[in-house]
């Protein structure tokens, strides 16, 4: 740990004192075109290529020092905009080629690990959506009024029992064939 760290130290050093961070910020806002979703998918796109070389920490700490500066002159408040590289940082773990957590869990139940890796990725799209839910809902960042955090708590809630309602198949009944489908 110490040694990533470390590394990590000198990588943020450089980029920070060498004013790459808004040089880095001024490109991804003009490669998006001003647009905060494309900007939240140019970061997820940074995250998950990261995630595939260095670990989850390193990961969210490089893309954070690129990608905060971005998303702030944007109009995402700090801890908002932390929340979502933060968020797409943890990608790396379950999405393939790397999907460590999948492998781990494929070897502990003996299954086949490409299988566990793409069901994994399948079930895992709706990690994508907590990010642009940071981005344009205030309360889900527990930003704003009491109203506006319930209101997301009560939208994360159903949407979350929703999408895990229609992935799982059960609601499929007597009309098994017509819509499902094995997952690989």
Not at 88 to 109: E, H, K, R, W, Y
Not at 142 to 147: C, E, F, Q, V, Y
Not at 153 to 167: D, E, H
Request: glycine share 10%.
């Amino acid at each position: 740990i110490g040694a990533t760290v470390g590394i990590i130290g000198i990588i943020i050093g450089v980029l920070t004192f060498s004013g790459l961070v808004l040089t880095f910020a001024d490109i991804m806002i003009e490669l998006a075109g001003g647009s905060l979703l494309l900007t939240i998918l140019l970061v997820a796109l940074a995250s998950l290529v990261l995630g595939m070389g260095v670990p989850v920490t390193a990961a969210y700490l490089i893309t954070a020092v690129v990608a905060v500066p971005a998303l702030t002159h944007l109009g995402v408040n700090e801890i908002a905009a932390h929340m979502i590289v933060y968020w797409l940082s943890q990608d790396s773990n379950i999405t393939p080629p790397v999907c460590i957590a999948a492998f781990a869990g494929a070897t502990i139940a003996k299954a086949n690990m490409w299988k566990t890796a793409f069901t994994s990725f399948k079930f895992a799209k709706f990690l994508y959506l907590g990010p642009i839910l940071f981005g344009y809902v205030p309360g889900f960042s527990l930003d704003g009024s009491s109203t506006d955090i319930i209101k997301a708590f009560v939208m994360i809630l159903f949407g979350t029992w929703a999408y895990s309602w229609l992935l799982s198949g059960i609601w499929i009944g007597t009309i098994k064939g017509l819509f499902k489908r094995n997952p690989v």
